[in-house]
């Protein structure tokens, strides 16, 4: 097999470290993802909590996950830890979001592609609203190709 040469971002929730030390199911699947392919050679970039555990390169803007430090808002650290994903986002050939609907709202402000899951269950009820704001997302989801999001 052919190594690529691309390098990815993975962005994690910032709720617990990256793998979770118990609950964290977005962080697990984040995890998942970005060991899976630095196993088979990709150039991968975690963002995540300082406290993550990765093969990848790290990039972090908070120590710990807000659920494990009560003296961090959630608020501010979640947009803290977005946007300086995205103010990466020219060091990267795609950008893989585990982040809800939040993190479609840079993806206009880059030239990078981005990916997400499609579990979140909020995104068919703001399709109207994201519609003006969405572009360059890669998405798996038969939901989100019908809702052209």
């Known amino acids: 097999m052919t190594i690529p040469n691309k390098r990815v971002a ?6 617990w470290r990256t793998p979770p030390r118990q609950y964290g199911a977005w962080e697990t699947v984040a995890s998942n993802i970005t060991e899976g392919l630095v196993s088979r050679g990709w150039d991968v970039t975690l963002f995540a909590s300082r406290d993550s555990v990765t093969r990848a390169h790290l990039h972090a803007v908070v120590d710990r996950g807000y659920e494990e ?3 961090i ?7 803290l830890h977005i946007s300086e994903a995205f103010e990466h986002a020219a060091e990267f050939d795609l ?3 585990h982040y809800d609907f939040m993190a479609l709202s840079y993806t206009r402000l880059v030239k ?3 990916s997400r899951p499609s579990t979140d269950s909020r995104l068919p009820k703001s399709c109207p609203s994201m519609r003006s704001i969405v572009t360059n997302i890669l998405s798996p989801s038969a939901t989100q190709i019908a809702h052209r999001v």
């Open 73 to 79: 808002d959630p608020k501010v650290a979640e947009h």
């Open 95 to 97: 950008i893989h979001s």
């Open 69 to 71: 430090d009560p003296a």
């Open 10 to 15: 993975v962005l994690s929730p910032v709720a």
């Open 112 to 114: 990078t592609p981005s």
